[in-house]
């Protein structure tokens, strides 16, 4: 029994080591900005480690279930890449400089009577005791939305990976 554990270590390591270096080779073709097919992978590590077709297509099976790596087609082939962002990820990115943006634009060109008025929910202008504040910025109060679209993004990325 102890040996076919020792094996099956053996078999794991190896693997490791093969999905490594089918995961560098994926990066670094990608940063040259060229694609990479299974015959590339296939004649590098091929090469280099003791593995059949049928074991290449398991270990590149386990690394796109494990989204180490994605896979797409061009012109009837299929390609590898690196992992793509989530669309949750990207839409994420895009509402927080929006937010962060108008809440800056709204600070520099908004006159400092109009930010005290938001401020301080339109009493500054009413209230008998004059409040002189020099400057209060609009930026800590993007905070808010910003929290609550990370949290929603969080949900939503959750609900993404599990249908994925």
Not at 27 to 47: F, H, P, Q
Not at 96 to 103: A, D, F, M, N, R
Not at 109 to 123: A, D, R, T, V, W
Request: hydrophobic share 45%; glycine share 4%; net charge positive.
């Amino acid at each position: 029994m102890a040996r076919f554990k020792l094996i099956k270590a053996e078999s794991d390591t190896l693997n490791d080591v093969i999905k490594h270096k089918i995961i560098s080779l994926i990066d670094s073709n990608y940063l040259k900005g060229e694609y990479t097919r299974r015959r590339d992978i296939a004649k590098s590590v091929m090469s280099e480690c003791d593995i059949s077709q049928g074991g290449l297509s398991n270990i590149l099976d386990d690394l796109i279930d494990q989204k180490k790596i994605s896979t797409f087609y061009y012109d009837k082939a299929r390609y590898y890449g690196p992992p793509k962002m989530l669309l949750s990820i990207k839409i994420a990115i895009a509402i927080t400089t929006i937010i962060i943006g108008v809440y800056v634009i709204f600070d520099v060109f908004l006159p400092k009577e109009i930010i005290k008025n938001i401020i301080y929910l339109g009493s500054a202008s009413n209230s008998e005791i004059p409040l002189n504040i020099i400057h209060l910025p609009l930026i800590p109060f993007a905070i808010l939305p910003i929290i609550i679209t990370i949290s929603i993004t969080f949900i939503w990325f959750l609900q993404e990976r599990k249908t994925i």
